[in-house]
């Protein structure tokens, strides 16, 4: 009984406790539903707020502490679509102010091509190249403004980077000059920030406004910007297209860059804004073998063609960098490294575009070289190509530089590139929706980086002659060339005694004895260990032979199919698997 006693007496209690608990909470419930509906008015004037503000400027409200805001409207439709843009800035009144940028629209009759032509005078035999007039604002007018606000027209008939639409340039020009213009320099070379956005449904051109920038993307709606001032000032110095070569120094930044590559160790130590540069020589190889002894005569090349300035100059190191696929096997890596390469392995990538089996086929590979960001800049080679002088002073240019090819665009054979990863991102993305006009790398990163500059021919001068101009049937080639870029059959890949182009008539076109002469000068000079990664094997042999008893039975006139071939490597077969 006394235990049956305790257990009732212990259920009241805990009945009790309950009660009073459950008494409490519906006079708390009580109190809370009392006092809500005078919560709910402040909260809808809250939100009623908000809506009156543009949507990016809660992204940099925060960066000015309450300080008056100049905003500079770029490209805004007063009347239209962007009235209402105006009704929010004037809410924000008196701490936001705002002015519409004034500038005459490009002359709607000036195609692309205007202003990236195929040939222009670089030797300026007729004078120096000039480009058409993109008309620009009066600077002077408009150095207050802490926030650029454009609309970038999307360009005639689709909405991605790649369209080549002159006012959409022009547009995108106008606003990071603003942007140049209007960032005050604090101490050094450190700026005060100029934030940038852009409304609409169509962004900026990834070639002038760095992935890396951005702070914040809504789709469809806006992108707001934080631009590195430094590096946009140096593209704004930039010529607005290909129609003149980019400045020989680059002109941004020339107090530091000039430094880094021209100036004395004296005037060195007294700079004391620069930093330390991570530079590289990249190149990649995929697939087959077929071009390891090229890219150990490139590396050799470039070795050779040093010069004094690295000795003494520690603001500025650079390093020879190969990126390789599982197909170049531990001999070859073996040679890579002999010859000055650091190797660093990839996943290839496929070209979604290219036939099975075919040359462009995992070409896309090359895009890995914009995951490389332990370096600043990268200056790319395919591993065909041949320096001749020393070329470390091209690092100054900005990204993407180049060499000039066909149409309106670049070769991809050499380029100024900087590393990011969202760049990569964004080219990788683009693989799949963009159809390159020739089926391969140079295709795509050309739709990528419609707005590059130009590095003159000779740094990167492609080993072919039109057929039917000029009466050099020799095929020479100018005397003051940077680099050789070695089209059509490759110099390992023919006897020393000739360029085996000329096997083939249709290949007459990247003939020359001359460059087939320099690169195997550079291949005399590299070490014997070397040279036998660039032998002959007997597959190779035979395929050469059999061209030239082609040559002989169709007679044809250039006679190369008489020469008696003394090339020591007959002689003796590589085994390179």
């Known amino acids: 009984m006394a235990s049956k006693s305790f257990s009732l007496s212990h259920l009241c209690s805990k009945q009790t406790t309950f009660l009073i608990f459950l008494l409490v909470s519906i006079t708390l419930a009580l109190f809370v539903l009392s006092v809500k509906p005078k919560r709910v008015p402040n909260i809808t004037i809250t939100l009623q707020v908000d809506k009156r503000k543009p949507a990016w400027f809660d992204v940099i409200e925060k960066n000015f502490d309450n300080r008056r805001i100049m905003v500079g409207l770029v490209n805004i439709d007063t009347t239209r679509m962007d009235a209402n843009l105006y009704e929010q800035l004037d809410e924000l009144h008196p701490q936001v102010e705002s002015l519409s940028i004034d500038f005459d629209h490009v002359d709607e009759n000036l195609k692309w091509k205007d202003f990236f032509p195929v040939w222009i005078d670089e030797d300026e035999k007729w004078g120096k190249p000039k480009c058409k007039d993109l008309p620009m604002p009066t600077w002077e007018d408009y150095r207050d403004v802490n926030v650029v606000v454009a609309r970038v027209p999307c360009g005639k008939g689709s909405g991605m980077e790649g369209v080549r639409d002159v006012f959409r340039l022009q547009v995108n020009l106008v606003v990071a000059n603003l942007a140049v213009e209007s960032g005050r320099v604090m101490k050094l070379d450190a700026y005060e920030p100029v934030y940038v956005v852009f409304i609409g449904s169509c962004g900026p051109m990834v070639d002038i406004f760095k992935c890396d920038d951005l702070l914040f993307h809504q789709l469809g709606e806006y992108w707001v910007y934080k631009p590195d001032l430094r590096s946009l000032r140096q593209k704004m110095l930039m010529p607005v297209g290909s129609c003149q070569i980019a400045p020989g120094y680059a002109e941004t930044g020339k107090e530091v860059w000039r430094a880094y590559i021209s100036q004395s160790p004296a005037t060195l130590k007294y700079n004391y804004t620069m930093r330390v540069l991570r530079l590289a020589y990249v190149t990649v190889l995929h697939s087959s073998e077929a071009y390891v002894c090229g890219a150990i005569t490139l590396a050799q090349s470039i070795l050779q063609t040093e010069k004094s300035i690295l000795q003494y100059n520690n603001n500025y190191t650079r390093d020879l960098l190969l990126l390789a696929d599982e197909s170049i096997g531990p001999k070859s890596i ?223 006139c250039d006679g190369h199919w008489k020469i008696v071939v003394k090339d020591p490597r007959r002689k003796h077969y590589e085994d390179l698997d």
């Open 334 to 556: 073996r040679g890579l490294k002999a010859s000055g390469w650091k190797i660093k392995r990839i996943q290839r990538i496929l070209n979604p575009f290219a036939k099975k089996g075919s040359y462009n086929e995992w070409n896309y590979s090359k895009l890995r070289i914009w995951q490389l960001t332990m370096y600043d800049k990268i200056i790319f080679l395919d591993s065909d190509l041949l320096v001749l002088k020393n070329i470390d002073a091209f690092f100054a240019y900005p990204q993407l530089s180049a060499s000039p090819n066909d149409f309106t665009l670049f070769n991809s054979g050499l380029m100024v590139i900087e590393p990011s990863l969202c760049m990569f991102e964004n080219s990788m993305q683009k693989t799949l929706k963009v159809k390159p006009y020739n089926g391969g790398d140079q295709g795509l990163v050309n739709e990528i980086f419609t707005w590059w500059h130009r590095l003159p021919r000779k740094l990167n001068y492609l080993k072919s002659f039109q057929q039917g101009k000029g009466n050099d049937e020799k095929h020479e080639i100018p005397e003051d060339l940077y680099v050789i870029h070695y089209l059509g059959l490759k110099p390992w890949m023919c006897y020393r005694d000739y360029d085996c182009n000329w096997d083939m008539k249709e290949l007459h076109v990247f003939a020359s004895d001359l460059a087939h002469k320099m690169w195997w000068k550079v291949y005399h000079n590299m070490p014997k260990e070397l040279q036998s990664y660039c032998g002959l094997i007997k597959k190779m042999d035979e395929r050469i032979k059999q061209r030239r008893r082609r040559a002989r039975n169709a007679s044809l």
